[in-house]
């Protein structure tokens, strides 16, 4: 497909519920690029907070569109994807920020093989309330993995972050957009369809900013069991025909790497307190792995005496 003359290089998707209070860092990250070809599209989901005053004071930057009903993480991303027109896209969370220079970086890495569908950064994570930043690497260094590979490490749980992630639009145009029933793994579900058949690019340097705080989707997952009717969901819609389906044998894989995902909330210690939260997410997790048979059961245990021993994750 084609970019439309005058295109912008960059569509940059700012989704927003009850998020006015980090909005400035999220927005002011963007002009820190000193780019004038990125489309910044705020995406605010029905919030109640003063996230449509913050966007006035932005007004001559941002295209503001508010949803009149809250539609969730997927649903408002899936509404700045449709109207994205940039060459390249960009889910930049309102609480998250980016880099100065990632864009340019990013940029680079998609001009040097125009197979690669997905470009992914290192972030840095900020904990809130603990000041620093802690670097998390999605590669040890540089490189492109082929079609395959990059697909096999979708499945088995590549830790990439949002603001990290980058996608060639085009990639995108004609797809079913991200699920707004799933929760967290809206995104996770939504790369691994639109990237199948596509290369990735992986970058070491962090350029990208990751907040965790109290209320952001990573912490809010496991209420209610929230993360575990997640994967319930997709496993369910992966196994139907249609653009969703996932292969039995990939399904067993995502079964494996979902229970990995559920039992990762918890450190290396366990208290008694812990224990009770412990003990009912191991059940699920070991609900979620059976379904993907004994290796699967087997993976997740080598996960959660790794966790336990404190020893560097490996690969599927």
Known sequence: ???????????????????????????????????????????????????????????????????????????????????????YL?????????????LDAVERAFESD??????????????EGQGGLEAEYVTDADCTLGAAEFRRKLLGCLPFRMPGSALRRSITVGRRGPDPALYQIHDWEYFLRVCDGHKAALLRKPSAVYRLHEKSISSTARQDNRLYKDIRRW??????????????????????????????????????????????VYSQALRIALSGGPAQVGRMHRALFRRFAKLPETDT
Not at 10 to 28: E, M
Not at 90 to 102: F, N
Not at 117 to 127: E, F, T
Not at 245 to 273: E, H, Q, T, W
């Open 114 to 127: 125009a197979e690669v569908g997905m470009v992914l950064a290192s972030v840095l994570a900020r904990q």
């Open 235 to 280: 496993l369910t819609v992966a196994s139907e025909p249609g653009e969703r389906y996932v292969s039995a044998a990939d399904r067993k894989i995502l079964a494996g790497s979902c229970a990995c995902l559920l039992l990762a909330g918890f450190g290396s210690r366990l208290n008694p307190m812990s224990y009770l939260r412990f003990l009912p």
């Open 90 to 102: 960009v889910k930049l969370d309102a609480d998250d920020e980016l880099l100065p220079g990632h």
């Open 1 to 87: 497909m084609a970019d439309a003359p005058g295109a912008p290089t960059f569509t940059v998707v700012i989704p927003s519920y009850n998020y006015g209070r980090f909005l400035p860092g999220a927005l002011g990250s963007v002009t820190a690029q000193n780019r004038d070809d990125i489309q910044v599209l705020l995406i605010d989901d029905a919030s109640d907070d003063d996230t449509p005053q913050v966007a006035r004071r932005y007004a001559e930057m941002v295209e503001y569109i508010r949803n009149e009903k809250n539609l969730g993480a997927g649903g408002a991303w899936g509404v700045g994807i449709r109207r994205a027109r940039g060459k």
